[in-house]
């Protein structure tokens, strides 16, 4: 599976958009793109995946760029409860392999 | 419950001991799932069950570990003698299916102390 880059912490203001970033320039054409959360003392939270086309559900919305070496997870407006670490992860559909985290990012939503 | 239910939420333990960890998947759900996480770090997987079957045990980090699913439900997580680098929080996911498995409900987990 291909490997994900993500910076290692951001900020967002509560209210406003987090957008956080995630680099996969070696993923391949079978490839999907999936992004988890994990709140403090909490398991992982799966929020939402893709293949090509942009997605978007209740909790956010995913960019993807059309050369798909790097994605964007979008909470349009974040909220306290979001603070976590978001994990962005490179899998095949009914891979063998199991989902594989990396490090995340720690995203922390301000007052 | 409606989700994935692990027991005990904390376990404290000597070194040289043998624990047990359980996991309650939510029902219906075929595929099961342990994890490892240390602290600062990412998930890391251990072992996946498809029914009964332990499907996938390559993350398993040596024979002191091992899991069971008897009956295609709960599940239980086995680690002999214990030792200080077990100490990390142990993750249970479950999934519909195999070939849908890329929602994968977790846990709270088990907070491992090896003292």
């Known amino acids: 599976d291909a490997k994900t880059t993500q910076p290692t912490s951001m900020d967002c203001a509560e209210g406003r958009a987090a957008n956080l970033p995630c680099n996969h320039s070696?993923?391949?054409?079978?490839?999907?793109v999936y992004w988890y959360r994990q709140i403090h003392s909490q398991g992982p939270q799966y929020i939402i995946h893709?293949?090509?086309n942009n997605e978007t559900n209740e909790m956010a919305s995913l960019i993807i760029t059309e050369d798909r070496k790097s994605s964007t997870l979008i909470l349009p407006h974040a909220t306290l409860r979001d603070t976590a670490v978001y994990y962005c992860i490179v899998r095949s559909s009914g891979s063998a392999r199991q989902l594989t985290f990396g490090s995340g990012t720690q995203l922390t939503v301000l007052p | 419950g409606a989700g994935v239910s692990q027991t005990p939420s904390n376990k404290v333990t000597e070194k040289g001991k043998y624990v047990e960890l359980r996991c309650d998947p939510i029902?219906?759900?075929?595929?099961l799932y342990w994890y490892r996480q240390s602290l600062g770090q990412g998930p890391e997987f251990l072992i996946y069950f498809q029914g009964t079957g332990a499907a996938d045990d390559s993350g398993l980090p040596n024979d002191r570990f091992f899991a069971v699913r008897p009956e295609g439900s709960v599940s239980t997580l086995k680690i002999q003698r214990t030792e200080r680098g077990d100490s990390a929080v142990y993750l249970c996911a479950s999934s519909l299916d195999r070939a849908t498995n890329e929602k994968l409900f977790f846990g709270s987990g088990t907070q491992l102390s090896v003292l």
């Open positions: 893709g293949l090509k």
């Open positions: 029902s219906g759900h075929t595929a």
């Open positions: 070696t993923i391949s054409g079978n490839e999907y």
